[in-house]
């Protein structure tokens, strides 16, 4: 099954921006993106998805590389309520991989 | 927050007994998910609904099947419950299963434990 990558772990201090990377290399030419997270037990909840430009809300910025190989999602100012599993997805393909655990440090 | 609840959050049952898992959403979204999450894991999709009447297997798919009779209610059914699957279940909905849309909204869960 086509899954994307990503690392296992990461830390951020509190107030610095924080970058979690996703490879999705099978990504097809129309599909998005996705991006989600899931903090403690609840269910994964939204954040953003982009196709090939960048995209930008008021929870993060995602930026696509130009062979829409990889993404990176952005949390410009990481808060320790960002403490949370991310998950990036292609498009609708419903296949979420183990994510990255993000923690955030005072 | 999406209009998504599922029920019962919590339950506790014996190997060989049915169970059946229940998602409600007021959204009026056309897709439904059935999805199960392990400790330490990601989710896995179990089946999915597109309609009315209409559903497909997802990746864990064994053991599980799902109704879908009312846009409103998509119903996850363990016919003989196993240890095996003993896990957190959610529900999602998206209005669209396109690669130009497929934004999901998860409802809280159901931990389910087969002893």
């Known amino acids: 099954d086509a899954k994307t990558t990503q690392p296992p772990s990461m830390d951020c201090a509190e107030g610095r921006a924080a970058n979690l990377p996703c490879n999705h290399s099978?990504?097809?030419?129309?599909?998005?993106v996705y991006w989600y997270r899931q903090i403690h037990s609840q269910g994964p909840q939204y954040i953003i998805h982009g196709l090939k430009n960048n995209e930008t809300n008021e929870m993060a910025s995602l930026i696509i590389t130009e062979d829409r190989k990889s993404s990176t999602l952005i949390l410009p100012h990481a808060t320790l309520r960002d403490t949370a599993v991310y998950y990036c997805i292609e498009g609708s393909k419903s296949t979420f991989g183990d994510g990255t655990t993000l923690t955030v440090k005072p | 927050d999406a209009g998504i609840t599922q029920s019962p959050r919590h339950k506790v049952t014996e190997t060989g007994t049915p169970v059946t898992l229940r998602c409600h959403q007021t959204e009026n979204h056309r897709y439904m998910y059935w999805y199960r999450q392990d400790p330490g894991h990601g989710l896995r999709l179990i089946h999915y609904?597109?309609?009315?009447?209409?559903?497909d297997k997802g990746e864990v798919s064994d053991g599980y099947s799902v109704s879908r009779s009312k846009t409103e209610d998509f119903l996850l059914t363990l016919e003989s419950a196993t240890s095996s699957q003993t896990s957190v279940y959610f529900c999602?909905?998206?209005?669209?299963?396109?690669?130009?849309?497929?934004?999901?909204?998860f409802g809280p869960g159901t931990r389910l434990t087969v002893l």
């Open positions: 099978t990504i097809s030419g129309n599909e998005y």
């Open positions: 999602a909905i998206s209005e669209s299963i396109s690669g130009q849309y497929n934004e999901q909204f």
């Open positions: 609904s597109y309609g009315v009447k209409d559903t």
